[in-house]
């Protein structure tokens, strides 16, 4: 396997211990190979920087005789940094205790904020007096789409297709739309669902950000949110702190559902379809960071391959951030569904001590709603603890909410909420909720226990899940017991078995769900084939419900395109079909390429060099790319990027990789071009035959090495070979170098 590390740091490897750095827990080990000194290696060690978020034009490099980082002063000069520039880098750099920071920190010199990270070869100085950065942005397109489409011979047809595209703009501004479309037919009933939910313009200045236009909250990003008060407007005015948009993206929490047949999960929020998710006989979890933002309730239907509405249930979505981080906004506009006049206002404050947040709402006449909540994160007597309350109020009622998240690996996790009295306001029609959660690991064997209510619907779910590895087989049992939650109240309890085994590359599961007086089995097989592009999944499900039986064929790709599936399959007589896509399109001066979905709205345009015929790839910030070709890389939002990350897949390539990115404070819409530096170190050796088995020697005219008299050979190349020559005094032979037997190569004369 391949370190990936500079071209120029090659070959520092073995002997004398030098420099360490780390990288994902695993230490790298530069050391000072037979012939060099340390002071040439020092030498070597070079960092790509910047200057208040502009590129310098030349490396900075380490010099042990001197003792402090340098630069080509003239080189500097000659490239437009000024001289005033040029004298601060000086004092700067002098002053960097360079030698007792092993992977890279974080300094305060001169007034200057100072990050070295040696892992990453990189170096950015910034005025310390300035809080926020403004860097260049230009013209740039991005759009994430999604399609899937389902059809079966009983007239079920079902296309979804959604799609958020980013235009990125000069100024640090872009253009944001996300649009829908949902149509589906079943038999002689036929729903259509479309439009543009949300489109906005946004300005972002040193400290604050403009953003106009029209606002859906089910388009609210996962965990995005701090508070519940979060209505949609048809038209609207933002004017908010730059601080408000670096919120965390992700929430930690779940819910488990139990299904009685293979399917899939739809989620309608206020009539429209937000999601579709995948299920499985028995036990679903379902990660909150894969649904809108906010608080809310939603419809889930459990639909079959054929489109039969198996089962419904109602639930309450708490997907909210709490602690998120600081920030504030102040909204004018008009309410999506009242279309009456509104003031939006709220705050965030992040401190070592606590998180605050609140939201106020104001409308025309007495229609008000106010909210704020407070989170205390702590440690007591090694529980981890974090409670949460909220107080609401409006012009109907005062209410509010609280939660609680605390445990330990020896006591177990408990989870648990209250809200009451939410709807407080007409701007708020929400209702009471209570969810308690708690999980305990004995051994191999986790216990849990989940409860939870809302509206009407009531659920009690206990599960043990149970973790066996040896012999490099990996296994996986789960049963449960859940009471409510299903349509037919008479008979209200369920129980479920979930088994799941892994070798190697092969996944094997085993589901069985008993209700309502049937049983349900089904269960697949799963062959994983990975290689230096992505991922390949081929698989076989099947199900028996009764006398109804279905079987399916099912592939799909995780590739430098996007994410691709198909299915075929047969369910008690009715043929199916279904094919989903999800990936990202990035277009600039600089090219256009499709990638894997980018949430942020920000991509790297990564072209890849052709290295003679060599078929390669590597994984550029986790996501894959090949040679000789342009490929769309996502990335974070407002994020810093001077070296991307690249890690090789290919253990028979020895790859070498750079990837200077400059990138600062990544925008939405914004397509940052990225050339990749490869270089590959591959080493041919073995024993070189004719078709009769005698060794050939000789020597080999492309390189001139030698081949010695019992055929062996050794043959180091920058490029893939596929043949050589040999010239021997028998004559010429072409060997290939393509598919070897037992280390030995075939030659034939000619």
């Not at 007239?155 to 297709?161: G, K, T």
């Not at 703009?169 to 543009?196: C, E, H, I, M």
């Not at 995005?224 to 670096?246: A, W």
Request: net charge neutral.
């Amino acid at each position: 396997m391949a370190n990936v590390i500079p071209g120029w740091a090659t070959g520092l490897l073995l002997l004398t211990p030098s420099i360490a750095t780390y990288a994902n827990n695993a230490q790298i080990e530069y050391q000072v190979p037979a012939g060099f000194s340390e002071t040439e290696q020092d030498h070597s060690m070079q960092f790509l920087a910047t200057l208040d978020s502009k590129p310098l034009p030349g490396p900075i490099n380490w010099s042990a005789q001197k003792n402090r980082l340098t630069f080509d002063e003239a080189l500097f000069h000659q490239n437009g940094v000024l001289p005033e520039q040029i004298d601060l880098l000086n004092k700067v750099l002098t002053q960097i205790p360079y030698a007792v920071c092993p992977n890279g920190c974080d300094y305060t010199v001169n007034g200057q904020t100072v990050s070295l990270d040696k892992v990453r070869q990189s170096l950015t100085i910034t005025d310390g007096k300035k809080r926020y950065v403004q860097p260049e942005t230009m013209m740039g397109f991005i759009h994430n789409q999604s399609l899937d489409v389902r059809t079966a011979s009983n007239e079920y047809q079902a296309v979804s297709a959604s799609g958020q595209g980013y235009l990125g703009l000069p100024a640090q501004s872009y253009a944001y739309l996300n649009w829908f479309y949902n149509d589906s037919k079943n038999f002689d009933t036929r729903t259509t669902d479309q439009g543009v939910s949300t489109w906005y313009l946004q300005k972002n200045f040193a400290t604050t950000y403009l953003r106009s236009g029209r606002q859906d909250s089910r388009d609210l990003a996962a965990g995005s949110v701090s508070t519940s008060l979060n209505p949609s407007f048809d038209q609207f005015v933002t004017l908010g702190s730059q601080d408000n948009l670096k919120r965390d993206s992700q929430s930690a929490g779940r819910m488990v559902l139990f299904a009685t047949a293979d399917g899939d999960y739809e989620f309608y929020r206020d009539g429209r379809l937000i999601r579709r998710l995948p299920a499985v006989i028995g036990r679903n979890e379902i990660d909150y960071s894969q649904l809108p933002g906010g608080f809310y309730s939603v419809e889930i239907r459990l639909v079959n391959r054929s489109g039969q509405v198996v089962s419904t249930e109602n639930q309450q979505i708490a997907n909210l951030s709490y602690g998120g981080g600081s920030g504030w906004y102040l909204t004018l506009g008009k309410e999506l569904d009242t279309e009456k006049h509104v003031l939006s206002t709220g705050a965030s404050v992040q401190t070592n001590w606590f998180a605050l947040s609140s939201a106020l709402l104001k409308g025309t006449g007495s229609a008000w709603a106010m909210e704020h909540n407070i989170t205390r994160p702590m440690q007591v007597a090694d529980v981890d603890i974090t409670p949460t309350l909220g107080v609401m109020a409006g012009e109907k009622t005062t209410g509010g909410y609280a939660s609680l998240n605390a445990g330990n690996q020896q006591l177990g996790y408990l989870t648990a909420s209250q809200y009451q009295n939410t709807a407080v306001s007409e701007f708020y029609p929400a209702s009471n909720s209570t969810a308690f959660g708690y999980s305990r690991q004995f051994g191999p064997t986790r216990l849990g226990y989940n409860y939870s209510r809302y509206a009407r619907s009531e659920r009690h779910q206990l599960q043990s899940t149970w973790n066996w590895r040896g012999n490099g087989v990996w296994a996986v049992i789960s049963a449960g017991l859940q009471k409510g939650g299903y349509n037919d109240s008479s008979n209200n309890y369920g129980l479920y078995l979930n088994t799941t085994i892994m070798l190697d590359r092969n996944t094997g599961t085993l589901n069985a769900a008993y209700n309502n007086g049937k049983l349900h089995t089904g269960g697949s097989y799963t062959r994983e084939f990975e290689d230096s592009t992505g991922t390949t999944y081929a698989s076989v499900d099947f199900s028996e419900i009764g006398r109804s039986n279905a079987v399916g064929l099912n592939a799909r790709r995780s590739g430098t395109r996007g994410d691709a599936s198909v299915r075929v399959g047969v369910d008690d007589h009715i043929t199916s079909g279904s094919f989903n896509y999800n990936g990202m399109l990035a277009a600039s001066r600089d090219g256009i390429a499709l990638g894997r979905t980018s949430p942020s709205g920000a991509a790297m345009l990564v072209t890849t060099p052709k290295l003679g015929e060599a078929k390669y790839g590597f994984r550029v910030e986790g996501h894959p790319v090949a040679g000789g070709s342009t490929y769309a890389v996502p990335l974070a939002s407002y994020q810093d990027v001077t070296f991307a990350r690249a890690q090789t897949v290919d253990a028979g390539m020895d790859m070498n990789i750079r990837l200077p990115a400059n990138v600062v404070r990544a925008h939405p819409g914004q397509v940052y071009p990225v050339r990749a530096e490869v270089e590959m170190n591959l080493l041919y050796n073995g024993f070189l035959v004719d078709n009769r088995g005698v060794p050939v020697s000789g020597t080999v005219n492309e390189t001139g090495d030698t081949v010695y008299p019992n055929g062996l050979f050794s043959v180091a190349s920058s490029t893939l070979i596929t043949h050589i020559t040999v010239t021997s005094k028998q004559g010429q032979y072409r060997c290939d170098l393509t598919q070897p037997k037992d280390k030995r190569y075939m030659c034939v004369a000619g």
